[in-house]
Nanobody
């Protein structure tokens, strides 16, 4: 069993930054294959950024150059640094190591 707890969301203005954290506990094999997803109201959940199983990272085109995924293996914590936020980034952000999901943290960006 894996437990994932997100934090760091909030209400910011366009152009500002936030850093999300995801604390992982339980039967964590590694922080590989961990990812951030988001879901905006009325839209499907989408993959935002991820550490790939075989190495490397993935970013959705909409966040490339603005978001950075990172991790602290010693703390079993995953991060998502989000810079130059836009109103369209407003969503619930979820940490995942499939098939496990956190409960999410809300990010709201005002224009």
């Amino acid at each position: 069993q894996v437990r994932l707890v997100e934090s760091g969301g909030g209400l910011v203005q366009a152009g500002e930054s936030l850093r999300l954290s995801c604390a992982a506990s339980g039967s964590i094999f590694s922080l590989n294959a961990m990812a951030w997803y988001r879901q905006a109201p009325g839209k499907e959940r989408e993959l935002v950024a991820a550490f790939m199983i075989r190495g490397g990272t993935y970013y959705a085109d909409s966040v490339k150059g603005r978001f950075t995924i990172s991790r602290d293996n010693a703390k079993n914590t995953l991060y998502l640094q989000m810079n130059t936020l836009k109103p369209e980034d407003t969503a619930m952000y979820y940490c995942a190591q499939l098939p496990y999901w956190g409960r999410g943290t809300q990010v709201t960006v005002s224009s």
